[in-house]
């Protein structure tokens, strides 16, 4: 891994990346964006943090029963599709180690998109569950809307679709001591990892064994 590294973006580096890579095709919501660097100059993973469109979210009231802990969305997280095997742990411990502490940082898999989370599951994140089922509504003008990406066009509503409820998983960062009492004082449940096919930046060929590795020499 000696020819990555990683490193803060400014806007200008990582928006286009998102708005030209990200199966989203938008910006967020962005506190901290990071890039995996190639070879000294060239990205080729942009990640990036940002407050949660649930603003309940953000100071942890949804997350825990009496704690107030800064809480940030993970909310994009893309590479190259040529990038070599097992490089995204790698990245996204990387880019944990870089935010401020103690933090909750909440991400989703969107099963909608043949997502369910491999790179949190082999990266030990806390599954807690699925989020509330939604709606997304299409319009004349081939625009979409739904609640949680935050997306509204006018016009007429020409097809409703019936989304399925997306993986949300957890990671806490912070003294060994923190982690211990937010665990505590979560009010999610803990389940086991969903499983399932994956596609895109989460199909680089995991090998789950070696990106766990990955990610404890980096923490």
């Given at each position: 891994m000696n020819k990555y590294k990683v490193q803060q973006l400014t806007n200008g580096e990582y928006m286009d990346w998102i708005l030209k890579k990200h199966y989203a095709k938008r910006i967020c919501s962005v506190s901290?964006?990071?890039?995996?660097?190639?070879?000294?100059?060239?990205?080729?993973?942009?990640?990036?943090?940002?407050?949660?469109?649930?603003?309940?979210?953000?100071?942890?009231?949804?997350?825990?029963?009496?704690?107030?802990?800064?809480?940030?969305?993970?909310?994009?997280?893309?590479?190259?599709?040529?990038?070599?095997?097992?490089?995204?742990?790698?990245?996204?411990?990387?880019?944990?180690?870089?935010?401020?502490?103690?933090l909750a940082v909440i991400s989703y898999a969107d099963p909608n998109m043949n997502h369910t989370g491999y790179i949190y599951q082999a990266t030990n994140w806390l599954y807690t569950g699925t989020s509330n089922p939604k709606n997304r509504f299409h319009f004349e003008d081939?625009?979409?809307?739904?609640?949680?990406?935050g997306i509204h066009t006018k016009g007429k509503i020409v097809k409703t679709e019936k989304?399925?409820?997306?993986?949300?998983?957890?990671?806490?960062?912070?003294?060994?001591?923190?982690?211990k009492d937010m665990l505590r004082d979560l009010k999610f449940d803990l389940f086991d990892y969903p499983k399932g096919k994956n596609k895109r930046y989460e199909t680089i060929d995991i090998d789950m064994n070696y990106q766990q590795s990955l990610f404890d020499e980096c923490l």
């Open positions: 901290y964006a990071f890039g995996l660097v190639k070879d000294l100059d060239k990205i080729v993973g942009v990640c990036t943090f940002g407050s949660s469109p649930n603003y309940q979210y953000n100071d942890g009231k949804c997350i825990f029963n009496n704690m107030k802990v800064r809480t940030l969305e993970l909310n994009r997280l893309v590479l190259n599709e040529t990038s070599e095997k097992n490089i995204l742990s790698f990245f996204l411990s990387k880019c944990l180690k870089l935010l401020p502490s103690p081939g625009s979409t809307f739904d609640i949680r990406r989304l399925l409820p997306t993986y949300r998983y957890l990671y806490l960062l912070g003294s060994k001591k923190q982690k």
